[in-house]
């Protein structure tokens, strides 16, 4: 019988769900398309490392994965460890390989980069025959000589090149200009990087100025298992090698792409969250009215013998019908999400397949039961109201009497939470430490949100009175009753704002903290950077040829040199830290002022070091302590500390600093590092729009650096921030295109609700457009007053999290007041367009058959 007046209630209301099936299906769409399309990349990219890791590799040991270059040049296998490892029992072949990363593919035609500008490198390597290979050339030929070059076909199609097409390689020995002799597809998938191959002769000049590999790969005949190869093989090559197994190649492989996976992977599943959040206040709503409306209904049902259970069940039975209808739909939406998500990869590089979709039994599963669960923990206060409902009821007319008791609870639960809320948020802004006011500003920001949604109800009475007021006097009647319908039910009134207002809130939330984060890194280059310009090249940083065209630019002062390399220091007190140094010309103290804490910056580029605050209080040091640098290979020094920097700059925390000259002492200039940026003055009486112009056309060989002035770098720094902003955004899309349908769904509950009052109300008069205009405007009401309260909390939240990291750097707080307004003005544009959809419904109302509505 229950399940039974559930089918038959819910089939009954079926319209009034839609919208809260609709909030469902996104969820659980992105939960799973986000499993499904995570599943399929890990299994390909799996595959693919399996298909093509050698048995056993051999390559250069390194203490620091970072580290894979001493002075420019690529750590390297002698060829006779091939010849070692040959004859060993269980070889199959051994193949010797050259593979570096350090390179830059151009286009001489456009004099623009070949391969990805985003995170995925360009590596270029010898095109070797092994017994697996993840490439084979499908056009054309294998590189044969000097001049040739093999690339991969998706980077060829993307640049527009072809068969014996020019290509410019800049390598860390100089330019050369070659032709394409073939292009190379790949067998699987691209991870996203360009590949471009030489012969091995040409690769070991051009890439590694010597001849050598960067790795040996061993392959088996089936006889050995590749620990025992391994073994045997490190056995015969002796010491300063490192060896991998296929399989810790492959869990090595997959680290390196698990982190952009799980980059993609839990930003998505943020999309579910927040629109799972948003989605349960309009599953709330939606069975909070349908209750209210069907109270003589569920009177009845108690009056002829219905439990309380019985009817508090049968609520739950339609939310559970709601959430497996909603899952399935999301389930399967997922998959087409998933799909979209593999074209996304295919056009960035990533090609995916998605006929090898991996759904597994996880993907059900999670959709299921994110769906059955946020739904029924969604319906459980509405469905435990409905228990309440006594068998008198069914005597009354529709709707129940105020619960003023609970609603006194309520308000005082609300207030407790906002206050500790708030309390947690001012300890925040005053904690010393960024860590303890990290904890701080986390749970304030839990608290003040659900503090707000408690409370909401409580303050859409009075907000709604402040904001309503000006409607009577501007729309007349129509205002007059939209305000007062707002007012009438503060709970549905509250409980469709708060969507609204999650949403908001921490779009106005975001926007305060990277606007306060390019305000304060705008000052901080005002305040500190004194170079005119500055030149940055891609992880590989400058060339010596790079450095020595910048030193050509007519109008320069000078140019300072900027080199970062690894170190472990010994501290006076034994201890030891592995660090990257920086090393600076001596120019450097020209070019940037360094807040001092204590000590000088001039001892820098007198044989001094610098360390910053944190570093110093963790070690316990204080200017005129010595530091023992070393360097590797036997380079060693001692430096004093001259100078601690001050924290809450970006340009210094987290940086030891040291002079060029200082370091030279100790390591060779052929050993040292690539310089990882360059600073340049304009000369006394220079025209700087001239000389920046100079310094551009001396590295126009060099698309792969960046060469700006002083407003072009803050650029770049902002345009880094709107990004994340940016993504920060569509995150929260969804949530207010989920809070949009919670604001459209109430009305048109109401609109049914109502019935009974709009046929009067067009019966004593009320034209068609008044009792549009009229709902139109609540929903402005609701909406704006949602706007409100999420912009209070988004404020607050971005404020605090300003003074929490005031002294990490983001020292200016930045108020994004036109993004404020535009916001304001987007909701109360939101609530009427969510409104038009019910507004026509009653419009278009029988007046007698809305009088004669029971």
């Known amino acids: 019988m229950l399940l039974k007046t559930s089918l038959r209630s819910f089939l009954a209301h079926k319209g009034r769900m839609a919208l809260s099936l609709i909030a469902v299906v996104l969820s659980v769409a992105f939960v799973s398309g986000t499993l499904v399309f995570s599943n399929t990349a890990t299994t390909t990219f799996d595959k693919l ?81 092994t017994p697996r290979k993840s490439l084979e050339i499908t056009s054309g030929h294998a590189p044969q000589g000097p001049g040739q070059v093999l690339l991969d076909s998706d980077t060829a199609r993307k640049a527009g090149l072809g068969l014996d097409s020019p290509l410019r390689l800049i390598t860390t020995t100089g330019s050369y200009d070659l032709k394409i002799s073939g292009i190379a597809t790949f067998r699987t998938t691209n991870p ?62 997959a680290k390196s792409v698990g982190s952009f996976l799980d980059f993609m992977k ?44 019985q009817v508090n069940g049968s609520v739950l039975v339609e939310a559970l019908i709601l959430a497996v209808l909603g899952s399935t739909l999301g389930l399967f939406g997922g998959i087409g999400l998933a799909m979209l998500l593999i074209r996304l990869m295919s056009a960035v590089g990533m090609n995916l397949t998605s006929a090898a979709l991996e759904i597994g039994a996880s993907v059900p599963i999670a959709s299921y039961t994110v769906g059955i669960v946020i739904t029924l923990v969604a319906a459980f206060i509405p469905a435990r109201r409905a228990g309440k409902i006594s068998p008198m009821s069914a005597l009354r007319d529709h709707g129940t009497p105020t619960e003023a008791r609970a609603n006194r609870i309520r308000a005082a639960v609300g207030l407790v939470l906002t206050a500790g809320g708030a309390a947690l948020l001012v300890a925040a802004a005053r904690a ?101 310009y500055v030149v940055q090249g891609n992880q590989n940083g400058l060339t010596p040829a790079m450095v020595s065209a910048a030193k050509s630019a007519k109008g320069l002062a000078h140019l300072t040199e900027e080199k970062e390399l690894a170190a472990t220091l010994t501290l006076p007190d034994g201890s030891t830290s592995k660090s990257r140094l920086t090393a600076v010309s001596p120019t450097f103290v020209d070019d940037f002022r360094l807040p001092a804490k204590a000590g000088s910056a001039t001892t820098i580029t007198g044989g001094g070091i610098s360390v910053d605050e944190d570093f110093a ?78 310094l551009q056309e001396a590295l126009k060989a060099y698309p792969q650096l960046t060469v700006q002035d002083q407003a072009g770098y803050k650029k770049i720094v902002q345009d880094q921030v709107n990004t994340l902003l940016y993504m920060v955004y569509g995150l929260l899309l969804l949530a207010i295109v989920v809070a949009v349908l919670g604001v459209v769904n109430t009305l048109a509950l109401s609109v049914v609700e109502r019935t009974r009052e709009i046929g009067l109300l067009r019966a ?75 507004a026509f419904r009653a419009g278009r109302m029988n007046v007698l058959a809305a009088i004669a509505t029971d």
């Not at 091995?200 to 790969?217: C, G, H, I, K, N």
């Not at 005129?624 to 210094?652: C, E, P």
């Not at 052929?670 to 001239?690: H, I, M, N, Y």
């Not at 009320?766 to 704006?784: G, N, P, Y």
């Open 266 to 309: 839990y930003a998505m599943l943020g999309f579910a969250g927040v629109s799972l959040l948003v989605g349960g206040f309009l599953i709330i709503n939606t069975f909070s009215m349908l209750v209210a409306q069907r109270t003589r209904e569920i009177g009845l049902l108690r009056a002829i013998g219905g439990s309380r259970g």
């Open 764 to 838: 004593i008069g009320l034209s068609r457009r008044q009792l549009r205009r009229m709902i139109r405007l609540e929903s402005v009401v609701i909406a704006v007053f949602g706007a409100l309260l999420g912009t209070g909390l988004g404020l607050a939240w971005g404020i605090t999290a300003q003074r929490v990291l005031a002294d990490r750097g983001l020292s200016t707080l930045a108020i994004p007041t036109e993004k404020i307004v535009v916001v304001l003005l987007a909701s109360a544009v939101i609530g009427l367009l969510a409104a038009l959809l019910p």
């Open 432 to 532: 010393g430490e960024a860590a303890t006011g990290g904890a701080f500003l986390g749970l304030g920001v839990v608290l003040t949100l659900i503090g707000f949604v408690v409370i909401g109800p409580l303050l859409a009475t009075g907000l709604i009175r402040v904001l309503g007021a000006v409607l009577p006097a501007l729309f007349g009647p129509s205002g007059r009753l939209a305000q007062r319908n707002a007012m009438r039910n503060p709970r549905r009134t509250g409980a469709t704002a708060a969507a609204l207002m999650i949403g908001l809130a921490l779009v106005i939330g975001a926007s305060v903290f990277t606007s306060s984060m390019v305000s304060s890194t705008n000052a901080q280059i005002d305040k500190s950077v004194g170079a005119d």
């Open 617 to 694: 209080t963790r070690h316990h040091l204080a200017v005129g302590d010595r530091l023992t640098a070393d360097y590797g290979q036997g380079h060693t020094q001692s430096l004093v500390l001259g100078l601690i920097t001050a924290k809450g700059n970006s340009f210094s925390d987290g940086n030891l600093f040291v002079g060029l000259d200082t370091v030279t002492k100790a390591v060779p200039a052929a050993e040292l590092p690539q310089d990882a940026a360059l600073f340049g003055k304009a000369g006394a009486g220079a025209d700087k729009a001239g000389t920046l112009d100079a």
């Open 192 to 253: 996203g990087a360009a590949l471009a191959f030489l012969d091995t002769p040409t690769a070991q000049r051009l890439l590694l100025d010597s001849t050598a590999y960067t790795s040996v790969e061993v392959f088996g005949d089936g006889s050995r298992s590749n620990d025992d190869l391994r073994t045997e093989a490190a056995t015969a090559v002796g010491t300063g090698f490192d060896l991998k197994t296929a399989a810790e190649q492959k869990a090595e492989n």
């Open 49 to 129: 490392f399996a298909s093509t890791a050698s048995d056993v590799s051999v390559r250069p040991h390194s203490d620091d994965t970072a580290d894979q270059q001493v002075g420019g040049k690529v750590r390297t296998v002698p060829v006779q460890t091939v010849q070692k490892v040959s004859g060993l029992p269980g070889v199959g072949s051994v193949v010797g390989e050259v593979m570096v990363s350090s390179t830059v593919l151009v286009d001489p035609a456009t004099n623009k980069t070949v391969g990805p500008t985003s995170g995925a490198p360009t590596l270029t390597g010898s095109w070797v025959q």
